[in-house]
């Protein structure tokens, strides 16, 4: 909180605002400026117009793993929810001033980059270094910074990294979703036996529900767990909150998970965006409210 609240007060010494969403919603891609760092020219210069219409950001968060076996349990099973995640953060409806269609564009424009989307099955960590160090033997990748899936083992900080979510606009937010993502991880470490690879054709029509619609969108659960028929995002995300709260309770995070409720009534900020650009049509009242609203 204290660096969030930093950074605005720096950008406000220099006549900038801390927009917290997926997409600015009429900013151009061509406009933009490259930060200075050769990883950056790097990535550019092998993605090109893809890179280049890249102008998004996203929500990452780490959970830390006892060893590299439970990691990649976590993985493995995880996938089944990251819709439900994503489902709950959706901020990014508008790219370059139009209405894409979707809650979350960011979603579609993060695919297309390679070694992007799903995580692939794995066995056990061996089976995951193995597949690493073919990567990286034949120059496909220079280390794991390379490999934008939606999740994935960060051995740099002992963690599972969750790489689906949107931005969500509110603080209050940030928090409930970190929540939400610590205590599934702790929940499957605990309470779920490993499963063998999961529907890679139910986790697509999943996440693109997600992205499409968020809370009005159609899931089906691949592990059943939550329930073996499909159901809306919302009532997804009420039961995976109800089966989680003991561990959030553990983590000392339940006060955070309650904030869940008001994004699971109220919709998210994509849907919040879109409700004020129909009033208002104007974008930049758009940016403004979501950017006042930031703390509330």
Request: glycine share 6%.
């Amino acid at each position: 909180m204290q660096t969030c609240a930093l950074a605005e007060e720096l950008a406000a010494d220099n006549d900038f605002i801390l927009y917290a969403a997926s997409l600015h919603p009429f900013a151009r891609a061509d406009d933009q400026e490259l930060s200075e760092k050769e990883r950056y020219e790097m990535i550019m210069q092998e993605l090109q117009i893809i890179g280049r219409r890249f102008i998004s950001q996203g929500l990452h968060v780490h959970v830390g793993m006892p060893d590299g076996e439970t990691a990649i349990k976590v993985c493995n099973l995880i996938q089944a929810f990251l819709p439900i995640f994503l489902s709950l953060s959706c901020s990014s409806p508008f790219y370059e001033g139009k209405d894409t269609g979707l809650l979350s564009y960011r979603t579609k424009l993060f695919e297309v980059l390679p070694l992007a989307g799903l995580f692939e099955y794995m066995e056990n960590w061996n089976h995951f270094v193995d597949q690493i160090e073919d990567l990286r033997k034949y120059g496909i990748i220079g280390g794991i910074r390379d490999l934008w899936w939606d999740t994935r083992p960060n051995p740099q900080f002992g963690t599972v990294e969750i790489r689906v979510c949107d931005l969500p606009v509110k603080f209050t937010s940030i928090l409930a979703l970190v929540a939400l993502i610590q205590s599934t991880a702790a929940w499957l470490v605990e309470d779920v036996e490993g499963s063998s690879a999961l529907s890679p054709y139910l986790l697509k029509a999943n996440k693109w529900q997600a992205a499409r619609h968020g809370l009005e969108g159609r899931f089906v659960d691949p592990t059943a767990i939550l329930g073996d028929h499909p159901m809306q995002f919302r009532l997804a995300a009420m039961i995976l909150k109800s089966r989680v709260s003991p561990y959030a309770s553990k983590l000392g995070c339940d006060s955070y998970l309650e904030h869940l409720d008001s994004i699971i009534s109220g919709g998210t900020g994509a849907d919040h965006m879109c409700r004020i650009y129909q009033n208002t049509g104007d974008f930049h009242q758009v940016v403004r409210a979501i950017q006042k609203e930031f703390w509330q």
